[in-house]
């Protein structure tokens, strides 16, 4: 008789509970694996109070790890259509494309695309319909997050980061303007022309992070070195910095923000709206005589994670990319969510096809809604699949009214900003979790097991070795 013949009944019952436990855990998963369509389940739209005044396109950076993209969670462009269906997606991953980030309308109505690839950044300008590339340029230039196509399309502005020489010991992040007809750099300016080498990130790496550029007028362009917390204006002619708005290390002003736009009131006030990345928040600010003020603010931790761009539409709303909450939500000035869309993995750029590109919308002060303002109405859905309650809600909600609510929120928004990117693509939240609690459960019966018939597995390991 086989030596496990001789266990009490009551420990096939234990095993057998167990192995239930496990199946039923597992159970979400195969329904997850069933019911997953594969080309729009994690496409979903959220709050739907009105429609939007025209298609939204979305760049999304996609997932990356070590010079590796995923093809299962690719950089890709998607179209949204006024009531938040999809009206197409272009994939990234088959042209090669790493990430995506910047996206811009042009006046004839096909896209300005940037996509870092293996050695450089590619640019290129796009026939939506089509899917086809007008025409492209390869830049030699690493991890570059903005080119705009400035001065009737001929010439290329591009913000320049990660570019640290080594023969000659100098950080050459710039911004340069390239002239297409010359097939030439025309104009550049070195950012350390102005900044010491102790402002900012690492000098022999990701010095400045400038990932924003805009020209605002002839001669004039803003520039975002994200790592100083600051935005400044250059005058191309003179070289000097003419306006600055923030500090190195004052975070309380910005902190490592992205994508500011230049706007001015009718007054002719000029105005920066800016997406306050590591606070979390959108901010306006209005500049009178040498002081900013600061005249609007827009969410919190609690409903934003780390938003990268903010649009000013002309209806007086704003449309905002809140990239680690993988959504693209446009609110009116008030904090309220009127129309909501979820798109992962890491959105980074939206624009609202017809509006112009960037912020072509009045400011707050000329709408008279300045003040501080809280997000509300947002369907709060899980990024990855569109249906069940984000993980950061849940939690909340679950412990509203005690001391731990606040806490079990931030790991609440930190799961719902990594699962995303760790989880298969056809499994849900939920699903995920289940899927854990079974994989441990599993290792603690093996463990078990191993523990419990150590005595059985002793003899019998040594009556087979003789």
């Known amino acids: 008789m086989d030596w496990t013949d001789r266990l009490p009944p009551r420990d096939w019952l234990t095993r057998g509970v167990v192995l239930l436990l496990v199946v039923a855990l597992l159970t979400p998963s195969v329904v997850s694996a069933i019911t997953y369509d594969r080309e729009a389940s994690n496409l979903k739209p959220g709050t739907i109070e009105q429609p939007a005044n025209g298609t939204t396109i979305i760049s999304v950076q996609g ?3 070590q010079g590796q993209g995923n093809k299962k969670k690719p950089a890709r462009l998607v179209a949204v259509g006024p009531k938040g269906g999809v009206k197409w997606v272009y994939n990234g991953s088959k042209e090669g494309a790493t990430w995506f980030y910047d996206v811009d309308p042009l006046p004839n109505g096909n896209l300005l695309v940037v996509s870092t690839q293996r050695g450089g950044t ?13 025409w492209k340029k390869f ?3 690493h991890d570059t997050h903005d080119i705009d196509l400035i001065n009737n399309g001929t010439q290329l502005l ?7 020489n080594e023969t000659t010991g ?8 390239y002239d297409l007809e010359k097939d030439e750099i025309v104009w550049q300016w070195h950012l350390r022309n102005y900044y010491e080498k102790s402002a900012g990130g690492d000098y022999t790496n990701d010095w400045s992070h400038l990932n924003n550029v805009q020209k605002i007028a002839d001669g004039k362009y803003a520039l975002d070195p994200r790592n ?8 191309r002619n003179t070289g000097e910095v003419t306006t600055k708005l923030g500090e ?3 975070l309380d002003i910005l902190n490592q923000q992205h994508n500011p736009d230049y706007l001015e009131s009718e007054s002719g006030k000029p105005t920066f709206l800016v997406a306050d990345s590591e606070n979390n928040r959108i901010v306006e600010y209005e500049k009178n005589g040498e002081d900013w003020k600061r005249t609007w603010e827009l ?7 780390w938003p990268r761009d903010a649009d000013r539409l002309p209806n007086g709303n704003t449309l905002v990319v809140d990239s680690s909450d993988h959504r693209v939500i446009e609110v009116t000035p008030e904090g309220e969510i009127v129309w909501e869309f979820y798109s992962p993995w890491l959105p980074y750029d939206a624009e609202r096809i017809g509006t112009g590109d960037e912020s072509n919308g009045p400011t707050i002060a000329d709408q008279d809604a300045q003040g501080k303002y809280a997000i509300t109405g947002s369907a709060n859905l899980d990024p990855g699949t569109g249906k069940s309650l984000r993980m950061s809600v849940f939690l909340s909600n679950a412990f509203a009214g005690t001391s731990m609510q606040d806490t079990m929120r931030h790991y609440g928004a930190r799961w719902d900003q990594v699962t995303p990117f760790i989880r298969p693509v056809w499994m849900n939240e939920y699903a995920f979790i289940a899927a854990i609690f079974a994989l441990l459960l599993l290792i603690f019966w093996l463990v078990g097991e191993l523990v419990y018939q150590r005595r059985r597995i002793y003899d019998g390991v040594k009556y087979r070795l003789g």
Do not use: A
Request: glycine content about 4%.
């Open 63 to 65: 997932y990356h790890f």
């Open 122 to 134: 590619l640019v290129y300008e796009m026939n939506p319909k089509t899917k086809e590339k007008v």
């Open 139 to 141: 830049l030699p230039i």
């Open 158 to 164: 591009v913000g320049n980061m990660r570019n640290y």
């Open 170 to 177: 100098k950080n050459d992040d710039r911004v340069y303007v």
């Open 228 to 235: 100083m917390d600051e935005v400044i204006i250059v005058d």
């Open 248 to 250: 190195d290390d004052n």
């Open 299 to 305: 969410g919190s931790t609690d409903t934003l994670n």
